[in-house]
């Protein structure tokens, strides 16, 4: 569901992305840093996945009621971190979140507001089954 961030403001941090793509693979994770162009373009069928959870997610956040839309198609990282900093305020569900700490940078699908000040985070998933990596995701 996410969008990527391809703003200089992002080479900051570590992304989630990265983050799994490194669990995954150390030699993926340099090469995404420092020879991103080595890194084919998603085939057709691996397309049509991602464009499949993007469905998936958009059928997700009709699950929420009076929600907001922080992130999505913004693609600079400064302004969807000020965005989400905006939405925490309204306790509302929220679609797309960024958060950055100490060198790190992730995006929530959505972030749900709890009783008290606590928010539940949730990953939306198109797949039937769960496999680790979702445990790290």
Same mark, same amino acid.
């Given at each position: 569901?996410? $969008?990527?961030?391809? $703003? *200089?403001?992002? &080479?900051?941090?570590?992304?989630?992305?990265? !983050?799994?793509?490194?669990?995954?693979?150390?030699?993926? +994770?340099? $090469?995404?840093?420092?020879?991103?162009?080595?890194?084919?373009?998603?085939? &057709?069928? $691996?397309? &049509? !996945?991602? /464009?499949?959870?993007? *469905?998936?997610?958009?059928?997700?956040?009709?699950?929420?009621?009076?929600?907001? %839309?922080?992130? %999505?198609?913004?693609?600079?990282?400064?302004?969807?971190?000020? +965005?989400?900093? %905006?939405?925490?305020?309204?306790?509302?569900?929220? !679609? %797309?979140? =960024? !958060? &950055?700490? *100490?060198?790190?940078?992730?995006?929530? /699908?959505? +972030? /749900?507001?709890?009783?008290g000040n606590s928010w539940d985070?949730?990953?939306?998933?198109?797949?039937?089954? =769960?496999?680790?990596?979702?445990?790290? /995701?």
């Amino acid at each position: 569901m996410s $969008t990527p961030i391809t $703003t *200089q403001a992002a &080479a900051r941090y570590i992304s989630k992305s990265k !983050f799994l793509h490194g669990f995954q693979c150390p030699k993926l +994770l340099w $090469t995404a840093y420092n020879a991103k162009h080595l890194i084919p373009e998603p085939k &057709a069928q $691996t397309q &049509a !996945f991602f /464009d499949q959870g993007h *469905q998936v997610g958009n059928m997700a956040k009709k699950l929420f009621t009076n929600s907001v %839309e922080v992130g %999505e198609g913004v693609d600079n990282l400064d302004k969807v971190l000020r +965005l989400t900093q %905006e939405a925490i305020k309204s306790r509302r569900p929220f !679609f %797309e979140p =960024a !958060f &950055a700490y *100490q060198g790190g940078y992730a995006r929530a /699908d959505i +972030l /749900d507001p709890l009783e008290g000040n606590s928010w539940d985070i949730i990953e939306v998933k198109s797949s039937t089954s =769960a496999r680790n990596v979702y445990i790290f /995701d």
